[in-house]
């Protein structure tokens, strides 16, 4: 089974371009996170998606973030424009439909960005 | 107040010694608590989930709930050089079961000294 890949893994952008990630899901996971871990900081959840919808995004930091899930499948997350502090690690998490350890969340290895 | 905080470490085991990680956390109607590692540069990895007080043991590793307390903590017993890594305690915050939207902690590195 193919785990939850990211792409590309590493990003060097300057400040006010733009900058979209990918992430696709194990097959057949129907709910989708974004996470983002800033230097030092703990990791942070961004968004979650079931399918195509999203359920919480509570966690986006402003409206230079757009998330999508178009067909339920892979996602994207695009920030437009960048500023320095979005740097940062942002990893894509998946996991079925469900509760607690029947659904643990899968991890990718993270796209690592730098806005310099 | 950090919602999850740990300790960051580094935290140095010789081989063959139980390593003790603990976690607080601020939420006391959370009720899912999970120990993630993460290897350098990959990505954070499920290795328990605990949901109700007391210890829950799978293989060389238990982990320890007191809400009363708000402490959850894992043991690695028999420590291996394989599990120097950095060790992330989440917490769903409110009162649902499940790992919809984890609160983690900064993590403890750990390192096992052969």
């Known amino acids: 089974e193919a785990g939850v890949t990211q792409f590309p893994s590493h990003s060097v952008i300057e400040k006010g371009q733009t900058v979209t990630l990918r992430c696709d899901p194990i097959s057949g996971h129907d709910n989708l996170y974004w996470y983002r871990r800033v230097m030092g900081k703990e990791i942070k959840f961004l968004l979650h998606?079931?399918?195509?919808?999203?359920?919480?995004e509570s966690g986006m930091p402003n409206n230079r973030f757009l998330a999508e899930r178009t067909g339920g499948t892979y996602s994207t997350l695009k920030v437009q424009p960048a500023e320095l502090e979005d740097s940062g690690v942002y990893f894509c998490a998946s996991s079925q439909l469900g509760s607690g350890s029947n659904s643990p969340l899968h991890f990718g290895n993270g796209t690592r960005l730098t806005v310099t | 107040q950090k919602e999850v905080e740990q300790n960051s470490g580094p935290l140095s085991v010789p081989e063959g010694a139980i390593a003790s990680l603990n976690c607080t956390y601020s939420d006391r109607v959370s009720q899912s608590f999970f120990w993630y590692r993460q290897y350098s540069g990959k990505s954070p990895e499920l290795i328990m989930s605990?949901?109700?007080?007391g210890d829950k043991e799978d293989g060389r590793f238990t982990a320890q709930l007191n809400k009363a307390s708000q402490y959850v903590s894992l043991l690695i017993r028999d420590s291996q050089p394989s599990d120097s890594a950095t060790y992330l305690c989440?917490?769903?915050?409110?009162?649902?079961?499940?790992?919809?939207?984890?609160?983690f902690g900064t993590g403890t590195r750990l390192t096992i000294i052969p």
């Open positions: 998606f079931v399918k195509e919808s999203k359920q919480d």
């Open positions: 605990i949901y109700s007080n």
């Open positions: 989440a917490v769903n915050p409110g009162k649902d079961f499940g790992n919809e939207k984890l609160t």
